[in-house]
């Protein structure tokens, strides 16, 4: 078995005798994949005599195998179906880490003064340079069980991880990172590839879901408004990078997934401060990430953009946690037809994580796996109760009406299958009607009067106070009465702010606070069998594109009373469900692309895990199918 293993050390620097060299891990290509090699070895073994030399090694490093058995008897059938098992299952291995093999015992040992585990391994293209039972060894010294999987080993028996490196192509992450003792580090490593750097990830095989930790292996991105310990937050401005030191804990959110077993794989971009920006226009202090779905120049929308763009692109990555609080995972989500949730406000705390408006923002994922999704749902919204009953009736808000178009036949298509699948009836919902018939005794007869500056008063009375007068009196402190770069977006934003009064803030929560009220009481009743009265339906995405080439006007402030607002004014859940996908022409490639088509879904306020219920059952229906990384929600090439 030929195998071509290159390496390249990282991380040696120093002068003369007072240096201070330290190793920060190694770069290794085996058969023309690249590995990153951590500094520190898991464990040593004390591995047979003279193997270990005789096998192809680059810097010391030998590729390794280590396996579980129960079989006294590990045949070379056994072998060859766990190698095969193994390459189907985790995208770190390959056969050339098979070359080492390293056998475990795991099953009961019959009584008796002789160890009975006699593997019987017959392949030139193996060797097999170690065994270990639980009651006892043979050929090293130690009785504890590696977790299954790719490793390297030196001469030594260092074993070491193996952690794959793959490249950040559409410029999702702002910091690849790698686990540091309790705390995080930036990943020392690089591969080729113009403004795109390495991603690590660990094998799947070294860890393995339980109650206790349901999340186990499962591979996180991490917007970078979230604290890591160890790690700097930017929230997507360079000047915060440089000013503030790294985070000494992780936030609350981030800490729940992280003790569930979920491993952090690098801090991903947001728009700065978390502020509606768009790609080519907005952008200043960092690139826009590239959305990969079409012709990939299609605006990824924001403020997670990063964790939308990841997902959309990469199929090594499961799960990235975002923020929403006017639409910052849903917008992302819907772009890039993926699941995507702004959970019922309040569910999680928000601790470590840089606010916009505490009374809207919101944390939540995006994701591509459903159940996943849910999972991690039940992890980090602690104490929700996940219903199994669901509403008998639907209502629309702006769905069309006749199928004018590919995608609207696909909408109107599910909301039949919907409709059958729940037993429910659909009514449309013209909610500016209903308020005005329905509204509170005194309160403004307009719907989007009573909310129109609401939102914008609530994002930049809060965010200034909470953010920018902090920010520029610690960055004016340093440097001279100085103040920092920020992009247009934010500023503009502020600046509407500080054109108003303080009272206005205390308006703008009552108006929200009149609006939720109502809301619950005439649109999304909770329910004691089904959470939620109804089910609220309404168009994410309908393959309509939104090319990032353009020059656009200077950023505005984002008045107004939309679908999307209904969230955040009533604090409901709201998710986001790929359909499909549908042709769109481009002015890119000159070609038709499909680009994803989109439904929103909402439930009264804490039926999160109605939703995540009602979403895994219609999957498992066919009603809704997942979506995969690539160019089209069925995969493919992603241009560039």
Known sequence: MAKSLVVSLLGFAGL????????????????DIPYYVPAAPLTTLSVRNGLLRSLPSAAGFVPLTVISTTSLTFSQASLESVISNFTASDDVFQSAFAEA??????????????????????NANSTLIG??????????NSTSVLPQGPYFITATGAVYQAWRLYSDFAGAFTQPLIPSGDKYAPLPAAIAGIESPAVAVPSRLYDKSSAAKPLAGVRLGVKDIYDVAGVKTSDGNRAIYSLYPPKTKNAVAVQLLVDAGAVIVGKMKTSQFANGEMATADWVDYHSPFNPRGDGYNDPSSSSSGPGAAMGSYPWLDLTIGSDTGGSIRGPSQVQGLFGNRPSHGLVSLEGVMPLAPELDTAGFLTRDPVIWATAGSVLYQGLEFYTEYPKSIQTLSFPQTSRSP??????????????FLGAKTTALNITSLWSSTKPANADPSLTDLLNITYPILISKEQVNLVRTPFYEAYGAVHDGRLPFVDPAPLVRWGF???????????????????????????????STTCSDSLLLYVGSEAQPNPRNQYLGPPGVPYG????RISPFT???????????ALSNSTITMHEEYLPVTVDFLAAKGCDGMLFNLINDLVDAGIVTVPMAGGTLTGGEVLM
């Open 16 to 31: 003369a005798a007072a240096s201070n060299l330290v190793s920060t891990g190694s770069t290794l290509t085996v058969n």
């Open 101 to 122: 093999v390293y056998l475990q015992y795991t099953g009961a040992l019959p009584a008796g003064p002789k160890n009975p585990f006699k593997p019987h391994m017959k």
């Open 131 to 140: 065994t270990s039972t639980s009651q006892g060894t043979n050929g090293t």
């Open 407 to 420: 995608a609207d036949t696909m909408v109107l298509d599910f909301l039949a299958k919907l409709e059958s």
């Open 497 to 527: 702010g500080d054109s108003y009064p303080e009272s206005v803030l205390t308006d703008a929560i009552n108006n929200k606070t009149i609006f939720m009220d109502w809301f619950s009481s005439n649109v999304l009743v909770n329910d």
């Open 561 to 564: 009373f939309s679908s999307g």
């Open 571 to 581: 604090e409901v859940p709201d998710v986001v469900v790929p359909l499909g996908q």
